[in-house]
């Protein structure tokens, strides 16, 4: 079975400070991973996506994540902070097969001190 | 261009009445749907899928229950709400097909608060 584990339930930097938020999955097959974004009182949006092509991928708002295999690891990251990027970020995983089925992490609060 | 619309945007319900969320989507057609429930300090999780009308997939036991009555639109509902069910609804669809590679398209959410 398929599982994301993100380390730190809450995260706080100061503004121009680097983000890195962890995310470790654990899957059977070659997996898809993403991060996905939640403002407050919104929807979710997709940050990036890895899906077997470059191990370093780069999103949207400056983000990026690098897949390791050998550390099983999908951590995000962004050289500096910006008081908009406050947020809850979520990792998830997917199965190659399973079409959209998703399993997401528990979510980390990014908080951005001025 | 597709959309996803959901509504209620906010609801406040008394526990033990009954509940409906509905989710419809644009612009695509045969699309995979899905209900997302997130609740408070936890992490997402999935409650039903659908691959095509009247066919739904539970997840996880639970009070509630699903229903696809056509092809973009996916209903969320429950007769007898329960305290445990409030939390931050999302309904999702997704194409199967390379170009999309799995990505999940959301909507803004519904979030529900039972009393």
């Known amino acids: 079975a398929q599982s994301v584990t993100q380390l730190g339930s809450h995260v706080s930097v100061s503004e121009g400070a680097l983000v890195l938020l962890r995310c470790n999955y654990s899957?059977?097959?070659?997996?898809?991973l993403f991060w996905y974004v939640q403002y407050p009182n919104q929807g979710l949006q997709l940050l990036l996506k890895y899906t077997s092509a470059a191990t370093l991928v780069k999103g949207i708002n400056g983000f990026e994540a690098e897949f390791k295999k050998s550390e099983t690891s999908f951590h995000l990251t962004k050289p500096s902070a910006h008081m908009s990027d406050a947020a809850e970020y979520f990792c998830?995983?997917?199965?190659?097969?399973?079409?959209?089925?998703?399993?997401f992490g528990q979510g980390t609060e990014l908080s951005v001190k001025p | 261009s597709q959309t996803i619309h959901q509504w209620p945007a906010t609801l406040v319900q008394p526990v033990g009445s009954p509940l409906s969320l509905e989710c419809t989507v644009e612009?695509?057609?045969?699309?995979?749907l899905y209900w997302y429930r997130q609740a408070a300090g936890r992490g997402l999780q999935l409650l039903f899928y659908?691959?095509?009308?009247?066919?739904i997939s539970s997840e996880v036991p639970q009070n509630l229950s699903a229903s696809r009555p056509q092809d973009r639109q996916f209903i969320l509902s429950s007769k007898k709400l329960l305290l445990s069910d409030s939390g931050f609804y999302l309904c999702?669809?997704?194409?199967?097909?390379?170009?999309?590679?799995?990505?999940?398209?959301f909507g803004s959410g519904t979030q529900l608060s039972v009393l």
């Open positions: 999702a669809w997704s194409v199967d097909s390379p170009a999309t590679n799995e990505k999940l398209f």
């Open positions: 612009g695509t057609s045969n699309p995979n």
């Open positions: 659908s691959v095509g009308i009247g066919q």
């Open positions: 899957s059977s097959v070659p997996p898809y």
């Open positions: 998830a995983v997917s199965d190659q097969n399973q079409g959209g089925k998703l399993i």
